[in-house]
């Protein structure tokens, strides 16, 4: 005998009956808005907003006098492929100038840093007073850290050929002629930002376990076998992070050439921010500086996509590796 289960009837539940959201704001749902308010301001007045009217800018002709007039990508076209071009000659003088800087100074203000935050990375006395030695540069502005130098390695009263004559060597004109120039801006940078990478680099230090240390000394390492296989490992997201940084900060040199050398010897030291700045305000030619700016960025942006692409493609082969394990 079968028997019937009873069966409920459909109930269709209205929208009246079904809860609804409130939605009204209460001061929990806003208070993280209210956080990044400040920076999203900022944000979009010191960057958005400029970074839009610079592009409006490049695709006009103004000379700040006149009303700007629309020119479209002549601008861009001037700088890429018009030879005649005032432009395509100066921009890209500086553009090599400027990656000239960028290859011989970051890897000194990679190496350099990494191997005095080793040097100094030790609990004994006076740690602390070479650590507050080597960052307080960077504390001083660019002009006058330049200044500093420009006296240093002045040719005929500077300290620079003062002790190198005293070592039998003949004075170095280290402002006027190449490749010295190129060198003097080196060191100057590095003297002046070295500190920053140095305390990044610390910080990184300290992460790295005690136990690793102990473990390599026990296997008998020594110190280039530690530096390779414990220290150069653990520092990987540091010293990423400062190549990005320090790569960005290189492209973007003004300061150093511009008091030290002031683009000379000719043009052989002068940087692209000094070419745009001079295409601004000493032409007035707005639009033409303002293509160039964004070209800039747009090299900035591709390595600095490059670079990261480098740092997530290093981190996703170390994810597989320890998952294969």
């Given at each position: ?8 009837p ?8 079904s ?18 308010a400040?920076?999203?301001?900022f ?35 001037d ?12 921009f ?17 203000l ?5 191997l ?17 030695l ?27 050929n003062y002790?190198l ?18 060198i ?43 530096f390779?296989?414990?220290i150069?490992p ?12 320090t ?18 010897p000719g ?6 921010i ?32 490059v ?19």
């Amino acid at each position: 005998m079968k028997t019937s289960v009873p069966v409920e009837p459909n109930l269709q539940v209205s929208a009246a009956r079904s809860p609804k959201k409130s939605r009204t704001f209460t001061m929990q749902s806003i208070t993280p808005y209210l956080y990044i308010a400040p920076h999203l301001l900022f944000f979009l007045i010191f960057l958005v907003l400029p970074t839009g009217y610079g592009v409006y800018l490049s695709l006009h002709d103004w000379d700040l006098l006149r009303p700007a007039k629309f020119v479209g990508l002549e601008n861009y076209y001037d700088i890429f492929f018009n030879k005649d071009s005032i432009d395509y000659s100066e921009f890209w003088n500086a553009c090599w100038n400027t990656f000239k800087f960028v290859i011989f100074a970051v890897p000194v203000l990679i190496l350099v840093p990494l191997l005095l935050a080793i040097a100094i990375d030790t609990k004994t006395w006076g740690s602390g007073f070479f650590r507050a030695l080597f960052y307080a540069p960077s504390l001083l502005s660019v002009v006058t850290a330049v200044l500093i130098w420009v006296w240093m390695f002045d040719s005929n009263a500077g300290l620079v050929n003062y002790y190198l004559a005293k070592l039998g060597i003949t004075g170095v004109a280290w402002l006027a002629d190449l490749p010295w120039a190129w060198i003097a801006l080196v060191i100057i940078t590095v003297w002046w930002t070295i500190g920053r990478n140095l305390i990044i680099f610390l910080a990184g230090l300290n992460d790295i376990p005690d136990d690793l240390h102990e473990a390599a000394k026990l296997d008998g390492a020594g110190k280039v076998s530690r530096f390779l296989n414990v220290i150069l490992p653990g520092l990987r997201g540091p010293m990423l992070f400062a190549l990005v940084t320090t790569t960005i900060d290189s492209f973007n040199i003004f300061g150093q050439s511009m008091v030290a050398t002031q683009g000379g010897p000719g043009t052989e030291t002068k940087t692209l921010i000094m070419y745009i700045r001079e295409a601004a305000f000493g032409s007035y030619r707005m639009g033409d500086a303002a293509a160039m700016a964004i070209v800039m960025g747009m090299f900035m942006l591709i390595v600095s996509v490059v670079q990261f692409g480098w740092i997530n493609r290093d981190r996703s082969g170390r994810k597989r590796r320890t998952q294969a394990e």
